[in-house]
């Protein structure tokens, strides 16, 4: 078993910045993949980014290049999300993921590929 705890989240206006943080207690954490997704209000819970169990490799949806960065600290069993230049669409519940890597594949954005998720933490963006 692998428990997360989702923290970081709050109210930030447009162009701010928040560091959320995802830190797992159980299993070994450094053989575990670890994504962030976001729920906004009345939509799917989406993928946003993945880091490899490593750190070495990261992966981004497009909407959030160059705004966001997934890191990892496997000797502090936390991964992060820095999240800047905030927009009122990026307001969501934001959810960490762990799954066991288990290939050199990292990547995998259907929710129902990960084993273990955080509770969840808030981000809103105001205009």
Known sequence: QVQLV???GGLVQTGGSLRLSCA???RTFSNYVVSWFRRAP?????FVTAISSSGRSTYYVDSVKGRFTISRDNGLNTAYLQM???????TAVYYCAAKRESSSVFVYTNYRSYDYWG???????SS
Do not use: I
């Open 6 to 8: 989702e923290s970081g």
């Open 24 to 26: 797992a207690s159980g």
């Open 42 to 46: 009345g939509k799917e819970r989406d």
């Open 84 to 90: 800047n230049s905030l927009s009122p669409e990026d």
């Open 119 to 125: 509770q969840g933490t808030q981000v809103t963006v």
